[in-house]
């Protein structure tokens, strides 16, 4: 590896400078070496090309920015200078034209709107029509269209000036019609004021009707005012040189990858902070040049570029560089002058022929240690703080910025100088419907989609995006935006919010998952299995996994011609669940592994994958009968037994076998036989949740209905917190869903909903599960149509779609089980009254005649006071009473959160089916308390009743009435 000196540098650079644009190879691999210049199309296109003129390129390389601070021996070129040189092109043309000849090119006018002496020779030929050597000269593609159209039919290269919008937009009209164009440049800064000032190019997109240009090879768009890449670009399948040089790029598309035909692109002197990483995907770039940017850092991805010869990263803020560069074997330059870089990765010595300029760097010295990162609202003090309500969906950001808290917990961060005016913004938070939600296998959905408006608004720095979430286990969490047509999963960092701010009951701070964005879109956040990747080159890798080091990847040398990407998931799996579902105690699997590729082909040399054994499998424990090794089809879901295909063996702590196509494997251990219907079976388990449906009326308005599908571990948490305002049954028994599986509720037996709801579907409520979301909707119910008294109706829960076939009236009105049916709940309405009104029923104690004279005695006041004095027996006293298991649940579900209205519910409901039990009620409930080993309540209620009895005899000799001596209770007779 040789490092260049600033004396070589500079040689290097005048010698550049002599040269003009080089010509790498026969494939036309151009390499700018000035900055602002611009490569031509002659070198793209191949020898055959001529260079229109020298001079001329010379003075647009002069209009670039220096290449460093210190080269002070810049060209810089006059006006007049300028005209000469023009001059010297129109010369030049017309001495080298010879498609017209001077008679025919008096035929068609061009004054105006080119100068009177100019003749349709000196800018049009064959093949070249040259229209920015003249101000405002595009406005001639119009002119010469409607005249001459046949002859432009033929064009293969264009070159227009942006300076002026009416000529510029004419132009671009035009443009769809030449198909036979190759290279196409539209650019500003070719003409300057009076001052000597360049004007700028004032293009700022282009129309989708360019996608026509098929034939395109060479695109050149610099300094214009473009700030999104126009997306006709992006479907020219055979673009092979791009200058989007000077231009207002702060982002580059994500979809940049598809410019599969790529080989050079330039992106000088634009505000990138960060790289797509979808830049690994073009294979065929030879050129990167990103300097004069405000780089921080590169993606890992740019290691993938194995064609990469020249990459350009000078003028920037990179304060590290990754280490996937080491491999690119083909790259032979790397400047990196200018930059915050205090070491050279070592990586880099293990690329002999690269020269590298690190001039203007702090290589060597010690960095100061930063201080512990503050929170949002300590790193900038002077931004005043917003906090919103879950009724105020607008706010206002004046230049100063302004720190936002959303409801929930979301906070949006927007630092000084983001915004030049005030300017409104509104939030709003989506029902996930399928439209906003992306999620690949295995995906989690942590988030509502969270919309920020207006999209099209552009920031002048970059906005912080933070959402809350709850972190999962194997998993990291991304952010992810969607633009309206695509999807794009955005550099992510987790943190914790501040003290000051927290969204939990615990008063904990919010764990928060930020990104950068410089304009307004929908957001979600996804909580994926942690992916672990990796650069193939021909000269092998070697690749293990972050959550689980035991499974490792060896690719050796030569297997692969050509650098791929590699991309590790490994999910974990419960051994219980597997010998539940299996029937098999003696079953175990390995991790399941996850293994892709770009792109996806087979490799030339088998791969060796490590994998720990199933638990409680060793080396020598093994039955290797019994070992099977699985290879799954993510498209077709299928399992295939591949135990013979492959070469397996067994170590002490691991199984290794070698495969030349990546898919998804999986190691199974089973004493019985190994079916892969039930392979099949478990793997569909693992993207299932465990989930019990829930329906409650709210206490003080039994109308008001809430449902909610919960997972089964949340669900008595969730019924606790309700409990004081809803009343209802038990939740379901265990259903199985999936993440984001659409169910329905249908209201049946009397009960009916408001159908004109946007989420109601033939007459049922529509839900999507999403197991980190609350998956709830409150309705208001009512009695069908003429019912006024009491209801007892249900709610059923069907997956899916409602089955097909089903007349509309039907559907309605179905009841019972059908193969979409899940769980069904009751739901009780009251009676109506005159006005409509439901007549709610208060609680009242039945009165204590319990079918003997003694048991007047038994008030509600000392049954009241009995209840007081059971407190944690009361379950053992009312089994012993004789109330069902499914009756003491039900009061237990209904008063939860207070012992007292428990006990106490739990007594009058004995003492109400005793109304038409006969005599003894009091002798059976002392003997229960006997029997739960509660001696001293019994004794206590023998001496309420001779209390009570002896108060009666009084009473009646009193008024002159004789009573017989009766005994205290039946069991005392």
């Not at 634009?270 to 990167?288: D, I, W």
């Not at 080159?537 to 996994?545: E, N, Y």
């Not at 109601?760 to 709830?776: A, D, M, P, Q, T």
């Not at 007292?900 to 007594?907: E, H, K, R, T, Y």
Request: with cysteine.
């Amino acid at each position: 590896m040789e490092k260049s000196s600033e004396e070589e540098n500079a040689n290097d650079e005048d010698g550049d400078k002599a040269d003009g644009c080089r010509l790498e190879d026969e494939h036309c691999a151009v390499t700018p070496t000035c900055r602002g210049e611009e490569v031509d199309s002659s070198q793209i296109l191949g020898k055959d090309w001529e260079l229109v003129d020298n001079g001329q390129l010379e003075s647009e390389r002069a209009v670039g920015v220096q290449r460093h601070s210190d080269e002070s021996d810049a060209v810089s070129v006059s006006p007049s200078c300028f005209m000469d040189n023009c001059s010297r092109s129109i010369s030049s043309l017309l001495s080298s034209s010879t498609a017209f000849s001077s008679s025919s090119s008096c035929v068609l006018c061009l004054t105006p709107p080119l100068p009177p002496s100019v003749e349709l020779s000196a800018v049009l030929t064959d093949t070249r029509l040259t229209l920015d050597v003249y101000l405002g000269g595009a406005s001639a593609l119009s002119l010469l269209w409607s005249s001459i159209p046949g002859r432009l039919r033929g064009l293969r290269y264009l070159r227009l000036g942006s300076e002026d919008k009416h000529a510029l937009d004419a132009a671009l009209g035009v443009l769809p019609y030449l198909t036979e164009l190759r290279s196409l440049a539209i650019r500003g800064h070719c003409f300057y004021d009076a001052q000597g000032t360049p004007l700028p190019g004032l293009l700022t997109t282009l129309p989708t009707s360019l996608v026509s240009l098929s034939l395109l090879v060479h695109v050149d768009l610099s300094f214009n005012q473009l700030s999104v890449l126009p997306l006709c670009l992006l479907n020219l399948p055979g673009l092979s040189a791009l200058l989007l040089c000077h231009n207002c790029f702060s982002e580059l598309s994500p979809d940049i990858g598809q410019l599969s035909s790529l080989n050079y692109l330039s992106l000088i002197g634009n505000k990138l902070v960060s790289l797509p990483a979808s830049l690994g995907q073009l294979k065929e770039l030879q050129t990167l040049d990103v300097s004069g940017n405000h780089l921080e850092e590169l993606p890992n991805e740019i290691g993938y570029l194995g064609e990469l010869v020249k990459l350009e990263l000078s003028q920037n803020k990179l304060k590290r560089l990754p280490e996937t560069l080491g491999s690119l074997h083909s790259l032979r330059e790397l400047l990196i002058f200018s930059n915050d870089l205090r070491f050279i990765p070592p990586c880099l010595n293990e690329l002999p022929l690269l020269k590298i300029d690190v001039r203007d760097n702090p290589l060597g010295q010690l960095p100061t240690l930063p201080p512990l990162p503050p929170a949002p609202d300590e790193a900038l003090p002077n931004i005043p703080e917003l906090h919103l309500l879950f009724n105020q969906h607008s706010f206002s950001v004046t230049s100063a910025g302004c720190h936002v808290f959303l409801p929930g917990g979301a906070q949006l961060l927007f630092p000084p100088g983001c915004l030049s005016t005030l300017t409104t913004l509104e939030w709003a938070e989506r029902r996930p419907q399928r439209k906003f939600v992306l999620l690949e296998e295995h995906d989690i959905l942590l988030s509502r989609p969270l919309e920020l408006r207006p999209h099209g608004i552009r920031f002048l720095k970059p906005v912080e995006v933070c959402i809350a979430h709850h972190r999962k286990k194997w998993k990291e969490v991304v952010v992810r935006k969607y633009d309206g047509n695509s999807w794009r999963t955005l550099p992510t960092s987790l943190r914790k919010g501040c003290e000051r701010h927290t969204i939990s009951s615990l008063g904990r701070p919010a764990r928060l998952a930020c990104c950068s964005v410089s304009q307004f879109s929908w957001f979600i956040l996804v909580a994926r299995p942690v992916r672990d990747s990796c650069s193939v080159s021909p000269a092998g890798a070697f690749l293990v996994s972050s959550t689980d080091p035991g499974v490792k990847l060896h690719f050796p040398p030569d297997s692969t011609n050509q650098t791929r990407t590699i991309t590790l998931q490994v999910l974990q799996v419960s051994v219980s669940e597997v010998q539940a579902l299996c029937g098999d105690p003696q079953a175990s699997v390995s991790p399941l592994l996850c293994l892709s590729q770009t792109p996806s082909l087979h490799f030339l040399q088998p791969i060796k994958v490590q994998v720990p054994l199933p638990p409680g499998v060793t080396g020598h424990t093994v039955d290797k009968s019994c070992l099977y090794l699985l290879h799954g089809d993510p498209t077709a879901q299928t399992w295939t037994d591949i135990t013979s295909q492959v070469s397996l063996y067994v170590t002490h702590l691991y199984a290794i076998f070698y495969i030349t196509h990546f898919s998804w494997y999986w190691l199974w251990y089973r004493t019985q036989s190994c079916v892969s219907g039930m392979v099949r079976k478990v793997y569909q388990r693992l993207k299932q949740f465990k989930v019990q449906f829930m329906v409650l009326q709210r206490k003080t308005d039994p109308s008001q209905v809430l449902l909610q599908c919960l997972p089964a571990n949340k669900a008595e948490d969730r019924v606790l917190s309700l409990s004081e305002q809803y009343d209802g049954p038990q939740p379901s028994d265990l259903c199985d869903l999936l993440e984001g599986e659409q169910f329905f509720a249908g209201f049946e037996r009397g009960l009916e909903i408001c159908t004109d709801r946007p989420d109601c579907v033939g007459g049922r409520l529509c839900f999507v599960f999403y197991s980190s979301l609350k998956n709830l909707k409150e309705v208001y119910i009512s009695p069908a149509k003429g019912l006024r008294c009491p209801v007892r109706g249900e709610v059923s829960f069907y997956r899916g779609e409602i089955p097909s076939g089903l007349p509309e009236e039907v559907v309605r009105k179905r009841k019972g089980h059908d193969s979409q049916w899940l769980a069904t709940l009751p739901l009780r309405l009251p009676a109506l009254d005159a006005d409509n009104k439901y007549i709610m029923e208060e609680l009242q104690l039945p009165p204590l005649n319990l079918g003997d004279p003694e048991s007047g005695y038994l008030t509600e006041a000392n049954l009241l006071s009995i209840s007081l004095q059971i407190g944690q027996d009361w379950r053992i006293i009312g089994i012993n009473l004789g109330l069902s298991y499914q009756e003491l649940d039900r009061i237990q579900y209904k008063y939860r959160d207070n012992l007292g209205a428990l006990v106490l519910d739990m007594l009058f409901h004995w003492a109400r089916g005793q109304k038409s039990a006969g005599p003894g009620a009091v002798a059976r409930l002392m003997a229960a308390m006997i029997e739960s080993g509660r001696r001293d309540l019994a004794d206590e209620l023998e001496d309420i009743v001779s209390l009570g009895k002896q108060k009666y005899t009084e009473s009646l000799r009193r008024v002159g009435l004789e009573a017989e001596e009766q005994p205290l209770c039946e069991g005392q007779q």
